[in-house]
């Protein structure tokens, strides 16, 4: 499903249209799924596609996102016991019954993976899993929510891969002190580590895109780095921190949670020192985030 003229006869078939507003561009390059594919399992770039790199592991599933006409969902089915993927416009579910008929370790659910309880989902189709994994071919309107809500469902993803917007992927795998630096960078950080793998170019879609594509993998860490004493707490400051760019992060997380103004510079203080206290908060990194944010926990309940 990622040769161009197949493509076009099954959409003609089934009278589909790619739908601008759903982001919805299919990759007419097979080795572009294929690679994909391999990252989102080892979190690596292979070299060389090995003869036992097609072998499903035992107890390794994966969930994708938006399989569209199933070009990376049939790449997936190849190398893991089982793959469940969600699908938001159910006008695919033709194509999709067609295209991948030959695969009994799928399970496809039409829903908004937004409105979806992911807790249950992984404790219903992957309660005997060792290693479960994420694959997407995000748009970029819904990049951002969706990475949120995957690194925060506190599932242990062995590893997120993604393909979406170039520009996406500098802002995600930036780190403090860096222009692109923001709260979803942030918060990635705490999850795990954000590498972008490789650029994909406008010609590799149908129809192409307007924006250069980057296919990112965020790799869980094993060992947490930090322990917040409020996951949520922590989370509402690095929001709160970037929310107002343009304001210092003592007005920033004043206005933003509400707190006396005073409390929160002795706090900014004794975490980035005296003589930063104007400092703001794309020039902190996860760790100055959870410091704050456990101070903050120990003086009031929010």
Not at 97 to 123: C, R, T
Not at 242 to 257: C, D, P, W, Y
């Amino acid at each position: 499903m990622s040769n161009l003229f197949q493509i076009k006869k099954i959409l003609e078939k089934y009278n589909k249209f790619p739908k601008k507003s759903l982001g919805q561009n299919f990759l007419i390059n097979p080795e572009i799924p294929k690679k994909t594919a391999e990252i989102s399992r080892g979190g690596v770039c292979p070299s060389v596609q090995e003869e036992n790199q097609s072998v499903k592991e035992e107890n390794t599933g994966v969930i994708e996102i938006g399989p569209g006409i199933g070009a990376l969902t049939s790449e997936l089915c190849k190398i893991y016991k089982k793959v469940v993927a969600i699908e938001i416009d159910k006008t695919f579910e033709p194509i999709l019954s067609e295209a991948l008929n030959g695969f009994d370790n799928l399970k496809i659910f039409f829903d908004d993976i937004m409105e979806i309880d992911l807790q249950k989902l992984v404790e219903q189709e992957f309660s005997e899993f060792a290693i479960i994994n994420v694959c997407a071919n995000l748009p970029y309107y819904i990049t951002t929510p969706v990475i949120l809500k995957l690194v925060k469902s506190r599932i242990n993803f062995d590893n997120i891969t993604v393909m979406i917007q170039k520009e996406a992927a500098d802002k995600l795998c930036s780190a403090a002190g860096e222009e692109n630096y923001n709260a979803t960078a942030t918060i990635i950080g705490y999850y795990g580590e954000a590498k972008k793998i490789f650029n994909v170019s406008k010609s590799n879609f149908y129809p192409p895109p307007k924006v250069l594509s980057t296919v990112v993998n965020i790799t869980r860490h094993k060992t947490r780095i930090i322990k917040p004493k409020s996951e949520d707490l922590m989370y509402k400051v690095i929001e709160a921190a970037f929310e107002q760019r343009r304001k210092t992060l003592v007005n920033a997380l004043s206005s933003g949670l509400k707190l006396d103004k005073e409390k929160i510079a002795d706090i900014v203080k004794k975490v980035a020192g005296e003589k930063n206290v104007n400092i703001r908060g794309e020039e902190l990194d996860i760790k100055a985030f959870s410091d704050i944010s456990d101070l903050l926990y120990d003086g009031i309940k929010m």
